[in-house]
T-cell receptor, first 113, second 113 residues
Framework: EAGVAQSPRYKIIEKRQSVAFWCNPISGHATLYWYQQILGQGPKLLIQFQNNGVVDDSQLPKDRFSAERLKGVDSTLKIQPAKLEDSAVYLC???????????FGSGTRLTVV | AQSVSQHNHHVILSEAASLELGCNYSYGGTVNLFWYVQYPGQHLQLLLKYFSGDPLVKGIKGFEAEFIKSKFSFNLRKPSVQWSDTAEYFCAVNKAAGNKLTFGGGTRVLVKP
């Protein structure tokens, strides 16, 4: 089974620029998650999708972060404008449903300078 | 809101030593519990999970964890570590029939050869 695909692997941008990350979950997984992992901390959920609907975005900084999963398959996370504190690894994960573990992608490491 | 605490931020031990990593969570309802591992430069991988049944759970690579409901704990153990166990270990919790994973801050384990 193919894993969760994420791109790009690395991104360096200047503050106030915009950036987008892409995630393709495991085929058939209805639930997709975006997590932010700041160096030295555990991952923190940004947004959860069930098919193409948002289930939980309570911790998404909506003034600068947005995410979509238009066809219920792949997803894009955008930051506009970026701040220095957005430097982190952005992880995408998918799950076939409730009471299953997640499968994580390799992440996108973002550095904002 | 649920939270997860991992008591040790860094652990250094020699090969063949025994390892125990503490994890406590705060949530009064029924939970699912997970341990993930992140090897240097790699993505998060599931070590083991507990949903119900026998509170002693065996995972991959010789790891096991014990769920003690009265103590809200899910400690990870390995009787004899190897150099290849050098990694960061994350405990995570979600509500049963749920939803988002809440992660602890992680424990960095360094095994000296």
């Amino acid at each position: 089974e193919a894993g969760v695909a994420q791109s790009p692997r690395y991104k360096i941008i200047e503050k106030r620029q915009s950036v987008a990350f892409w995630c393709n979950p495991i085929s058939g997984h209805a639930t997709l998650y975006w997590y932010q992992q700041i160096l030295g901390q555990g991952p923190k959920l940004l947004i959860q999708f069930q098919n193409n609907g948002v289930v939980d975005d309570s911790q998404l900084p909506k003034d600068r972060f947005s995410a979509e999963r238009l066809k219920g398959v792949d997803s894009t996370l955008k930051i506009q404008p970026a701040k220095l504190e957005d430097s982190a690894v952005y992880l995408c994960a998918s799950s076939p449903g409730l009471n299953y573990g997640y499968t994580f992608g390799s992440g996108t490491r973002l550095t904002v300078v | 809101a649920q939270s997860v605490s991992q008591h040790n931020h860094h652990v250094i031990l020699s090969e063949a030593a025994s390892l125990e990593l503490g994890c406590n969570y705060s949530y009064g309802g029924t939970v699912n519990l997970f341990w993930y591992v992140q090897y240097p430069g790699q993505h998060l991988q599931l070590l083991l999970k507990y949903f119900s049944g026998d509170p002693l759970v065996k995972g991959i690579k010789g790891f096991e964890a014990e769920f003690i409901k009265s103590k809200f704990s899910f400690n990870l153990r390995k009787p004899s570590v190897q150099w290849s166990d050098t990694a960061e270990y994350f405990c995570a919790v979600n509500k049963a029939a749920g939803n988002k994973l809440t992660f602890g801050g992680g424990t960095r384990v360094l095994v000296k050869p």
